[in-house]
């Protein structure tokens, strides 16, 4: 399965369709707005770090990982000689954030206000997720 989002569409009278195409739905979109894969390496990075180390290694952990979110969204997105889908990068990039914030531990509990509130960083997660999932580029992108 190809990272990119697939905007391909069907012009039936002028109005391009997704009906009988292969474009990503809803749920597609939003599977493929996540990097998992970068999340994946916030998580495992962060592993390795010492728990008792300052809370800025974590910091520079996450910011690191992020770094590597447009670059890997970028590259991911011109395969095949497409152009990138700068939506797609734009978000991605946006929801890595999100979910370092939902996550939860070091870095984020290094705010004092953390430890009390997890529950806004799950609530973020969901709306900006599900949100994410509503935005489709323009056809042909």
Known sequence: MSRRVNTSRIMRGGIATAEGSNADDFLGRLVKYIPAELVGLYVAARGVVPKDAEST?????????????????????????????KTQVALASIAFPVWVFAIGGLPVTSWSWYDTHQYVASIVLMFVTVAFGLIQPPPGA
């Open 57 to 85: 290694v974590f910091w520079i952990v996450a910011a690191c990982a992020w770094i590597f979110v447009p670059l890997y969204f970028w590259f991911a997105t011109t395969r095949d000689g497409k152009p990138p889908l």
